[in-house]
């Protein structure tokens, strides 16, 4: 009797796990496109805009990921009806239930500190350049449903400007052309673009930019000047007349 | 009687040359020929510097990233002091490396690791493949019989080359590898004609100059010559949905560049280094009756030549066979290992035929090499040769344009593009994708576009830089880079002008292109 007995509670238990996690796995919504553009303040506040198209929608939650641990300030900026809430690196947004089997759902938040700092520590040897600053999104979809296009824009604070895109992923897919990243003006201010035409689960994108001052040192200007003039006095020889020969002496 | 000691001294040269036993090539600075070149060498330095300090200090940031920006200043500072050589090619080699560093346009270990490039390694292999054709006397046996045959006057001699070149051009796709294989033949026929390290002629400037054109250009004869050949093909089949098959490419392209390097034979010689009267028969005491007894006197061939025959037909199968070295090896030899594998058998002790000192490596010219690979590789790695198509693709107004004006940009930017890299396939995957992108903007079938840019690919000629011929055929030191920069502007112009006539009329009959002035629908 006890065991009959157990073996029902198990099975209920099994059913009501299954009813909790189907509808979980299920997402409420597939992510067309998703375009995201991050404007980044001298002092590394991120401010974050992001643009989603969601297709096939069904009300309940969806759950997008965004690339960064922790946000602040999270708010919809449309539809109304939306709404919103963080969780770590996620942003659970919940369509109301006469949402539109398509609809483009603008959020907007901010992340602080998204440029690394390179400055080394006291008594630790630099191992870059002063003033150098690194720009590292990194971006994973870690939910299951594929996004389709991604967009990433972000642009540089002011006073700093692209020393080089290192790195770009994903890798190029065959038949696709490149660059995977590339420099931009974005909105009229410098930044950076990665473009990604679909991303499934568990696919990673990132982007590696490495910032430096805008100005540049007057040094190369001195040395270059100095090293011209040197050579100008020291092989005018090269193009001195031969001289004649002296006049035999009588 | 200064004159009579000179000649003879110059004869004493030259058979010596014939008779040498081993190729050396001196890193003694070239003097300057006359007061030209010495202005240009006093005033090639601070022309670098200011070029370098214009393009570092131009306003940056948007697309253009500062390692791209000094990474273009560094190209341009040595790409005029190599033209101008204040000082030798290598020493502005090392000096790029250590500006590439210093402005943090490339990384230590990519500026150092271009010393292991399969460039640098074939060149390498090359001289001691070369030195084995020159002791063993081979290539002077095959040079004194190719002027017996057919080098009569100095035409003849350079339209055997070329025709030579025709003929390897579709056995062996690597062009460097075709390099290596004639340069010995290339030296031995120029000491003939009196061209040599320390004497170059007119000759011998048309002579490595046409061997390039012959092995860059016709490489273009099928798509085949090259890999990057393929990769275009490839790009236009997968993003222009067009297959281009083996015959569309040849049909089209070869009568181009088989023209255009029989029109640089004729004009090189006539033209651009007219070859005097007194350099147009072999510079010999005796004349061909000389020619004739040398190679009467070598008489059979001694077993050293018999085993350079072998060991350079076995280097020389590897080559040809590449497509089948899967399935035979398991891996693919490609031809620095071919040429390797030549070289251990050549000093091998005893069954060898060539001591480590006999072959006489030119290291100066593979520090030039390296120094030109960094300079090209942080041009493309930084992103400054795609920033420059792109800037000029995008500041041009071609919207409404009628096909054959697009066309004629679009052919002339792919053509002298070359100058600005380096490696013929980066320059085939920023530019076909590009083309085919705009093809398709403006309304055209992207293969009319984009196959004729395609065909442009090869003709690396302009600078010693532009490829792997180029920084071997330089290696000789019978010709400058402003001799190199000349005669390869000449070649890349005569190649738009054939591809504008032919759009006009031979790949408009064959159905690639639309009407010369057809607008856009």
């Not at chain 2, 402005?103 to 001289?127: E, Y």
């Not at chain 2, 035929?353 to 942080?378: C, K, N, T």
């Not at chain 2, 919207?399 to 593009?417: N, R």
């Not at chain 2, 083309?435 to 442009?456: E, H, N, Q, Y």
Request: charged share 15%; hydrophobic share 55%.
């Amino acid at each position: 009797m006890t065991g009959r007995l157990e073996s029902v509670c198990a099975a209920a238990a099994a059913i009501a796990l299954a009813c909790l996690v189907v509808p979980s796995l299920a997402p409420a919504a597939e992510i067309a496109r998703y375009d995201a553009r991050v404007r980044i303040a001298a002092d590394g506040l991120a401010r974050v805009t992001l643009v989603l198209d969601l297709g096939r929608v069904t009300p309940g939650t969806v759950l997008i990921p965004i690339g960064y641990r922790a946000t602040t300030n999270l708010r919809v900026i449309s539809p109304i009806g939306v709404t919103a809430a963080g969780d770590g690196s996620l942003i659970r947004l919940t369509v109301p239930p006469d949402a539109p089997e398509s609809v483009r759902v603008t959020v907007a938040f901010d992340v602080a500190q998204a440029l690394e700092l390179t400055d080394p520590a006291p008594g630790e040897r630099a191992t870059l350049p002063p003033g150098m600053r690194h720009l590292r999104p990194a971006f994973m979809n870690s939910q299951p449903g594929a996004i389709g296009r991604f967009e990433f824009r972000v642009m540089f604070p002011d006073g700093l400007r692209a020393h080089a895109l290192r790195d770009a992923l994903p890798k190029l897919r065959k038949g696709e052309a490149g660059p995977r990243a590339r420099l931009e003006v974005i909105d009229g201010q410098p930044g950076a673009v990665l473009f990604v035409d679909r991303i499934g689960q568990g696919e990673a994108a990132s982007m590696f930019v490495e910032l430096v001052p805008v100005s540049r040192s007057l040094g190369w200007l001195l040395a270059g000047l100095a090293l011209a003039i040197a050579y100008l006095v020291g092989f005018r020889d090269l193009v001195r007349s031969p001289q004649a020969p002296e006049p035999p002496r009588s | 009687m200064a004159s009579s000691v000179a000649t003879i001294a110059g004869e004493a040269r030259l058979h010596a040359l014939l008779d040498m036993e081993k190729m050396t090539l001196s890193s003694k600075p070239r003097p300057a020929q006359s007061a030209t070149e010495r202005w240009m060498r006093y005033l090639g330095f601070p022309a670098g510097i200011a070029a370098f300090l214009i393009i570092y200090y131009l306003p940056g940031g948007g697309s253009l990233g500062g390692a791209a920006q000094a990474g273009a200043a560094c190209f341009a500072l040595a790409l005029i002091w190599w033209v101008t050589e204040p000082f030798p090619t290598y020493v502005t080699s090392l000096a790029l490396m250590f500006l590439l560093l210093v402005t943090r346009s490339s990384g230590p270990k990519a500026i150092l690791d271009v010393l292991g490039m399969d460039v640098i390694w074939l060149n390498l292999l090359a001289f001691i493949l070369g030195g084995m054709l020159v002791k063993t006397r081979l290539a002077r046996r095959m040079a004194l019989w190719l002027v017996l045959r057919f080098g009569h006057t100095a035409g003849w001699a350079l339209l055997a080359f070329l025709l030579l070149q025709l003929a390897l051009a579709p056995l062996i796709p690597a062009t460097a590898a075709r390099t290596v294989m004639t340069l010995p033949l290339i030296l031995v026929v120029a000491a003939i004609y009196g061209s040599t390290e320390d004497t170059p002629n007119a000759f011998g400037r048309n002579l490595m100059l046409l061997n390039l054109v012959g092995i860059s250009v016709l490489s273009s004869v099928s798509m085949t010559g090259s890999s990057a050949n393929l990769i275009a093909v490839g790009f236009i089949q997968t993003m222009g949905d067009h297959r281009v098959y083996y015959l569309d490419w040849a049909l089209a392209s070869a009568p181009v560049a088989i023209t255009a390097s029989l029109l640089m034979w004729a004009i090189g010689q006539r033209a651009i280094f007219r070859i005097p009267a007194a350099e147009r028969t072999p510079r010999l005491t005796g004349g061909l009756d000389m020619i004739r007894e040398k190679y009467r006197e070598m008489g059979p061939f001694t077993a050293g030549e018999k085993k350079a025959i072998a060991i350079f037909g076995v280097v020389l199968f590897l080559w040809m066979s590449d497509i089948f070295h899967l399935r035979w090896f398991g891996v693919e030899i490609t031809p620095p290992f071919a040429a390797l594998i030549g070289a251990v058998i050549v000093l091998f002790p005893r069954w060898g035929v060539l001591q480590w000192a006999d072959a006489d490596i030119p290291w100066h010219l593979l520090i030039f090499s390296a120094g030109a690979y960094a300079g090209g590789l942080a041009l493309d790695d930084t992103g400054a040769a795609e920033w420059g198509v792109r800037m000029l693709f995008g500041n041009l107004a071609l919207q409404g344009l009628p096909f054959g004006v697009v066309y004629t940009i679009i052919v002339s930017v792919m053509m002298y593009s070359h100058l600005l890299t380096t490696s013929k396939t980066v320059r085939t995957m920023i530019m076909i994708p590009i083309v085919i992108t705009l093809s398709k903007a403006l309304g055209w079938d992207p293969v009319s576009l984009a196959l004729p840019a395609a065909f442009c690919i090869d003709w690396v000629v302009g600078l010693p830089i532009s490829g792997k011929p180029n920084v071997i055929l330089f290696s000789t030191n019978q010709y400058s880079v402003l001799d190199n920069f000349k005669y390869g502007m000449v070649t890349c112009t005569i190649g738009v002008v054939l591809l504008v006539v032919s759009a006009a009329t031979w790949f408009h009959w064959l159905g690639l292109t639309p009407a010369f002035w057809a607008v856009a629908p």
